[in-house]
């Protein structure tokens, strides 16, 4: 590749016109394989949304597949995120972060990655819409009703984007003894579970990680002195 130099930029007896250094673009082979990466991470961001709902059409029971998997979706958009963040500051410092003077004036400046960007950007944020691309619908943010003298606890459980992620986890938790209802809030991605006065609740806590794979960090945990209705949390 021939560009034009600035004067005193040539070897002795080099054509008039033509730079002999070689612009440091990202190489094929690396525009490839970020592509690549970009696609497959984008994939795995999104399997819990998706996964679950594909083997449901092809009738095949998925349970609580897409809870079990959740936790590969921060992983993967965060790699996402450093991917772009890295290419783009790789790109800011080949081109203005290189030596000056005659010994890069010859040069021509690196072009921008615009493919391999462009590519890392609509898989973030593709995989990061998807949920509210399959389930639009907002849902609800009353915790559910707890009896008087029980539990009301709320989880954070920021995996969790939508019901397809979700799957038959709810039900299985609802269904354990000592839990009257559980709901799951995909706004606020966090889990409000009532369980009923006696309850083991750190104890069902740690069979749910184990047998159900659901874990989160707790926000809160207060007695319901409601004996009925519907309360809020201030």
């Known amino acids: 590749m021939s560009t034009q ?3 005193g930029c040539h070897p002795p007896g080099a054509p008039t ?3 002999l250094t070689n612009p440091s673009d990202l190489s094929p082979k690396a525009g490839r394989r970020t592509v690549l990466s970009a696609i497959l991470l984008g994939v795995a961001a999104s399997a819990c949304c998706w996964l679950p709902l594909a083997l449901a059409s ?3 029971a998925t349970g609580t597949l897409g809870a079990r998997i959740a936790w590969i979706r921060p992983w993967a958009l965060g790699a996402l995120a450093l991917l772009l963040a890295g290419l783009i500051a790789w790109w800011v410092l ?3 972060g290189g030596p000056s003077g005659k010994d890069h004036c010859c040069t021509e400046p690196t072009r921008f990655p615009t493919l391999p960007v462009v590519f890392l950007g609509i898989s973030a944020l593709g995989a990061a819409a998807v949920p509210r691309l399959i389930h639009p619908d907002r849902s609800a943010t009353l915790v559910p009703p707890a009896p008087a003298g029980g539990t009301l606890l709320v989880i954070s459980t920021p995996q969790f984007d939508c019901p397809a992620c979700v799957g038959t986890l709810s039900q299985a938790m609802e269904a354990t ?3 009257a209802s559980v709901q799951m809030d995909f706004d606020k991605r966090e889990t409000r579970i009532a369980f009923h006065p006696g309850s083991a609740v750190d104890a069902t806590l740690a069979r749910w990680k184990v047998e159900l794979g659901f ?3 707790e926000v809160k945990r207060e007695a319901a002195s409601a004996p009925t209705g ?3 949390f201030k």
């Open 215 to 217: 874990e989160g960090k």
């Open 5 to 7: 130099g600035h004067d």
């Open 177 to 179: 003894p000592g839990v």
């Open 94 to 96: 080949k081109r203005y």
């Open 17 to 19: 016109g033509e730079c």
């Open 58 to 60: 092809l009738g095949l």
């Open 230 to 232: 519907t309360i809020k």
